[in-house]
């Protein structure tokens, strides 16, 4: 979609804004006085409230060339936000997509806090957002499926300073949408290789250095734990090495952002049951997340030192595979015995974050993982889970998923559930064999993986990296949801940015 910030309204739909209650903002309020009322009449008419949400749709106005006026709700007047206008833009994108109307023009008004630049900047990001879709694979689509919306004018009294925005903010909606197709792709397109070399071609160009290590690599640095879960695949695993040196001192500590990258995870020998097991070719949502941020990081050239290492590994059953009992050696050197090949996610990251520890001694390491089915029975599809070893870390990453709209919950770590992962016969087992605290016992797990001293945090993104339909938030409309790309881009700014 062609954005542009203008000040003039024109455009086959105008979108407006109105607040609960019904009130029109001031932009919305000069065209109805043109239209001598009219707009005012078809809300009452329409009974519209002003709810985040809700729409009147004017049609065929009389006195202006537009086909059609959207009167699109708010909310309350005291809790809008940045993320209730990409929202009022979402739900007006979600009506007119396909509508057959090429060009949309959004009055975005300033609001208390939230100043008109900042409005019509978020308005043209929801726009985006909510114009995603996932067609690559659908040939036969009717006309009236098919988008049509092309060219985007958010209208605002300063167009410069609006334009100047929205340029610092928007390179998060190329790293969303890049994790979107990346988990919605199925598993037989994106294998670990594919992955890898779609890493390598989207971020190259952007000045991010990206080394591939494959298994004969692997093997010589000692990473039987990640070995072992892509053993029982056709399939070469792979670790994606990405780093942006953005800061002023390009030697000084880095982030580290680690993602599990399982492109397919059948279980392995102790496999899954087949309903819905199609839902794990997300199960790299984790790799996407860490993928999409580097790509927002360096599109808008974040001044600060960040790496991503992403495990990328297909978990599948066949004759070469990993057994329960089987006990690996992990590139730290400590033993584990896999009692569970469907508890992989762990045995991947063990190694990837050792590595990112040793290889770039990094200031933090923050890893995010569609790790358990267990997070999504605590927390459902709202919060993503988060461990941390370190309050300050927490506290930032809280705070930048309330500020984006990608919340997390942090969950506790403690010595006894620790505990919970010892095994008689090795250093530790990789499930604890009860069925308690699962979400926990798994962050535990990877914790084992942490060097004494170092910040880190572990995200289960199981249950936000996709969601179920229908897709009612409208800036995330499809099964993918490109979770943790806003989260990270947000902790990078806020906590390790010059
Ligand atoms: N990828 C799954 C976790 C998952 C489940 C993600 C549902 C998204 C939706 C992970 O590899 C897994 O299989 N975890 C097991 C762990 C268990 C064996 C300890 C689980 O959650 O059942
Ligand atoms: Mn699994
Ligand atoms: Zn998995």
């Known amino acids: 979609m062609d954005v542009r910030f203008v000040n003039e309204v024109r455009g086959d739909a105008i979108v407006l804004m109105a607040t609960e209650g019904g009130a029109l903002t001031s932009g919305a309020h000069a065209l109805d006085v043109r239209l001598n009322g009219a707009l005012t009449r078809a809300a009452q008419a329409a009974r519209f409230t002003g709810g985040s949400g809700a729409v009147v749709e004017v049609l065929a106005p009389a006195g202006i060339e537009a086909s059609r006026i959207l009167i699109v709700g708010l909310g309350q007047i005291d809790k809008i936000d940045s993320l209730s206008i990409e929202r009022w833009a979402g739900h007006a994108v979600k009506r007119l997509l396909t509508s057959g109307l090429t060009s949309i023009a959004l009055v975005a008004d300033g609001h208390k806090g939230v100043t008109a630049?900042?409005?019509?900047?978020?308005?043209?990001?929801?726009?985006?957002?909510?114009?995603?879709?996932?067609?690559?694979?659908?040939?036969?689509?009717?006309?009236?499926q098919k988008p049509t919306l092309a060219e985007l004018a958010v209208v605002t009294d300063g167009p410069a300073a609006a334009q100047a925005r929205y340029e610092h903010d928007a390179a998060v909606v190329d790293g969303v949408h890049w994790a979107r197709d990346l988990v919605n792709e199925p598993a037989n397109v994106l294998y670990p290789e594919a992955f890898a070399a779609r890493i390598k071609t989207t971020l190259e160009p952007l000045g991010v250095d990206v080394e591939i290590l494959g298994e004969a690599e692997m093997e010589k640095l000692g990473m039987n734990a990640l070995l072992g879960v892509g053993r029982g695949s056709a399939r070469q695993s792979q670790i994606a090495i990405m780093s942006w040196r953005g800061a002023k001192n390009k030697a000084a500590q880095p982030l580290a952002l680690v993602g599990k990258g399982v492109t397919f995870d059948t279980g392995g020998i102790s496999l899954k049951p087949g309903a819905g097991m199609e839902e794990m070719k997300g199960d790299m949502g984790g790799a996407a997340a860490v993928v999409g941020a580097m790509k927002t990081l360096a599109m808008r050239k974040a001044r600060a030192n960040v790496v991503g290492l992403v495990g990328l590994v297909e978990n599948m059953p066949d004759g070469e595979?990993?057994?329960?009992?089987?006990?690996?050696?992990?590139?730290?050197?400590?033993?584990?015995?896999?009692?569970?090949?469907?508890?992989?996610?762990?045995?991947?990251?063990?190694?990837?974050?050792?590595?990112?520890?040793?290889?770039?001694?990094?200031?933090?390491?923050?890893?995010?993982?569609?790790?358990?089915?267990?997070?999504?029975?605590?927390?459902?599809?709202?919060?993503?889970?988060?461990?941390?070893?370190?309050?300050?870390?927490?506290?930032?990453?809280?705070?930048?998923?309330?500020?984006?709209?990608?919340?997390?919950?942090?969950?506790?770590?403690?010595?006894?559930?620790?505990?919970?992962?010892?095994?008689?016969?090795?250093?530790?087992?990789?499930?604890?064999?009860?069925?308690?605290?699962?979400?926990?016992t798994g962050a535990q797990f990877i914790g084992r993986f942490i060097k004494p001293g170092m910040a880190w945090a572990h995200i289960d993104i199981a249950g936000t990296a996709w969601k179920p339909g229908p897709y009612e938030d409208p800036v995330s409309p499809s099964w993918a949801t490109g979770y943790g790309v806003r989260l990270l881009n947000r902790l990078v700014a806020s906590r390790y940015e010059e």
Request: aromatic content about 6%.
């Open 321 to 440: 595979a990993q057994r329960p009992g089987d006990i690996v050696v992990s590139m730290s050197g400590q033993t584990i015995e896999v009692l569970n090949t469907d508890a992989e996610g762990r045995l991947v990251l063990a190694d990837v974050v050792w590595h990112a520890q040793e290889k770039f001694n990094p200031a933090a390491v923050v890893d995010l993982a569609t790790l358990t089915g267990a997070i999504i029975v605590s927390l459902g599809h709202e919060h993503a889970g988060l461990f941390c070893n370190d309050d300050d870390l927490a506290q930032a990453l809280v705070s930048a998923g309330q500020a984006e709209g990608e919340a997390v919950w942090r969950m506790p770590l403690s010595p006894a559930y620790d505990k919970m992962m010892d095994s008689p016969t090795a250093d530790m087992k990789n499930i604890s064999g009860k069925p308690a605290a699962g979400s926990i």
């Open 117 to 144: 630049a900042e409005s019509a900047a978020r308005a043209a990001i929801g726009a985006r957002l909510a114009a995603y879709r996932f067609d690559r694979y659908r040939t036969k689509l009717r006309p009236d």
